[in-house]
């Protein structure tokens, strides 16, 4: 177990003490010194990952195939390389309840919410698009004839737990007369 006591906390709140369990047996002060600086930055990593799939929407599309869900997790990446890119552009659009920021300390969340005001400030590489009509689809009345592959899930059962069907009565229970 390793106890660690933070001196002071910069919003001057009242620190209390963290327990860290490492399985290591022999642990050096410096290996200690690493150990809390990796908790710490599990921390940043998951809030991470919070911000993939809510805000982005990481884990929204049904996606059917291995390849297609690398593709969308290199555009999440993407979209996060962009925002991160973005701070020094974006205005602080901040909710009635949030403290303001500089915006050197904006969250990615932040920056989204001004990114559409970005394009202006920004140089554009691309042309305009060009009008075009939507493809015809498929023709009413007809069938798929490319249906969604199917992937089966394994799922762990117990192997000796068998129901066991009872036989039902043949015979109606008595009416009761009262």
Request: proline residues 12%.
């Amino acid at each position: 177990m390793i106890h660690l006591q933070v001196e002071h906390l910069p919003s001057g709140a009242i620190p209390e003490p963290v327990w860290l369990w490492w399985s290591g047996t022999d642990a050096t002060p410096t290996q200690v010194d690493l150990i809390w600086q990796v908790f710490l930055r599990r921390f940043d990593i998951e809030h991470t990952v919070r911000l993939f799939k809510q805000t982005l929407g990481w884990t929204r599309p049904k996606i059917r195939t291995p390849e297609a869900a690398d593709r969308w997790t290199w555009l999440i990446l993407a979209a996060y390389t962009q925002l991160r890119l973005a701070r020094p552009l974006a205005a602080d659009l901040r909710r009635p309840w949030e403290k303001p920021n500089l915006s050197d300390r904006l969250t990615p969340a932040r920056v989204r919410r001004d990114f559409r005001h970005l394009r202006p400030k920004g140089l554009c590489p691309a042309e305009a698009p060009k009008p075009s009509r939507p493809g015809p689809g498929r023709p009413p009345g007809r069938k798929n004839t490319h249906p969604t592959p199917r992937h089966d899930v394994h799922t762990v059962r117990k192997t000796d737990t068998t129901k066991r069907r009872t036989k039902k009565a043949t015979t109606p229970r008595p009416h009761r007369k009262g």
